[in-house]
């Protein structure tokens, strides 16, 4: 497993791949590795030639008081953890490499950004597709694997790789959850055993939107307010958001009559967690 | 000469050229060219062995009341003029294609972007980052060649090809005069006999201040005064600005103790001129 600190040599290392017919695959995380970054590495190697994965804490999406100082930081074990899946290449590169002095060029979010996260977190979907975006760059490759865990993420890069004609495929992946559901997360670290159980409530209301809407519920009003109540009642104890939105352009919708994703951000503690759950969208009412 | 309209079909050809190891030049234009584009076209292929030239009048940098609707379209005056040079490639882009329904990612221009053209065509970088930024996805060239007749639009290309850590070189060429010293601008066609002599304000105003520095004067407001009331005096009708400013940061100076540049904005009837000198940085005083 190659080990990269410069972007110069990481880009001289995957663009000669491609040159070379190579199906690269790129998985770029913050660290803090679990079973989701390893979910993509996997998918990665079963679908490409070669695998490289990014490893960066990018200060830019974080707001002023979020928890970038204190966002768990465990190189050693995640080197460990992609050299026994045999990664080919780990970009771990310095701060100031990707943000030298001076540094003030940013990704302008596309309109999707606009609302949930983007209301919640002035500036992160900035910070995100920046980062992103020069990731790409650096490590030019076939495709790049996102978790469907940060839904609105995976659309905005998306939207961005489209927009910018970015040479890649964006590739979304199914969230990894544990066994009783909670969606994996590096912040999960922060629950305490009483929290992670008020974090399950997450994954409940969505579980039970989506049982509404088989049973023929489509009143997104009406859902809205009983998956709040569902959050509450099992232990959230803020909640940022809890929408169904349309699946494409994440805007609020009155009904689910189209393919639409539930999407909730809500505090266990001072820990913020995000969760979504696709909605398919009803068959026609019967006659 | 090839003359391409895909995204794709332009990056598949650029993409195998430079993997087969060609040195690529990229001329991003409007089009209505004319020498000063041309001299960017033998600059690129005297040191390249491939030459690209994109011809696309784009919207997103023009400002609601600016000359978008009316701005000179010679496409088959331009394509002969490439051919007549053996250009290789020219991609020639509808506007649906590069903009098409829902775009709307933009690139956040550095700092460099925020003074002078920044401030009297809001929205003009942004529009002229995020084009170039696509041309440069589209067609992945070794170096990109723009005139430096855009001064500040150098320093903000070459600023967002450093900060996104795109794999391109960006190269200013030296700007073309006619004969009397006024920088060639496709906008020049927009001018009378009588306007065109005005016009000639800004380089004679620019001489002036070139001389004055080798003659000594240090003042930056002194000289600014002085270059303005040169410019109505020579026929300019209003300034947008006419400025002494550092040459790697654009910010103002008070003294010209340092690489310089002189930048003028200025209108002659209704046509918004641009021009600009470098001003070498004067040796230590005599003793």
Known sequence: MKIVESSHEAYAHVHHLRCDQQKIGLVPTMGALHQGHLSLVERSQAECDV?????????????????????????????????????????????????????????????????????????????????????????????????????????????????????????????????????????????????????????????????AVAEGQRDVANLEQTMQQKLYDAGAEKIDYARIVDRESLASLSAVDRPSVALIAAYVGKTRLIDNLLLDAPGPPDH
Chains 1, 2 share one sequence.
């Open 51 to 211: 695998t490289a994965v990014t490893i960066f804490v990018n200060p830019t999406q974080f707001g002023p008081h979020e928890d970038y100082g204190r966002y768990p930081r465990t190189l050693e074990a995640d080197l460990e953890c992609l050299s026994q899946r045999s990664v080919d290449l780990v970009f771990v590169p310095q701060q100031p490499a990707l943000y030298p002095a001076g540094y003030s060029t940013y990704v302008e979010p596309p309109a999707e950004a606009e609302l949930w996260e983007g209301q919640c977190r002035p500036g992160h979907f900035r910070g995100v597709l920046s980062v992103v975006l020069k990731l790409f760059q650096i490590l030019p490759a076939t495709v790049a694997y996102f978790g469907q865990k940060d839904f609105q993420q995976l659309t905005v890069i998306r939207r961005m790789a489209e927009d910018f004609n970015l040479p890649i495929r964006v590739q979304g992946c199914e969230t990894v959850r544990d066994d009783d559901g909670l969606a994996l997360s590096s912040r999960n670290r922060y629950l305490s055993a009483e929290q992670r159980e008020a974090a399950l409530s997450l994954w409940k209301s969505l579980r039970w939107v989506e049982q």
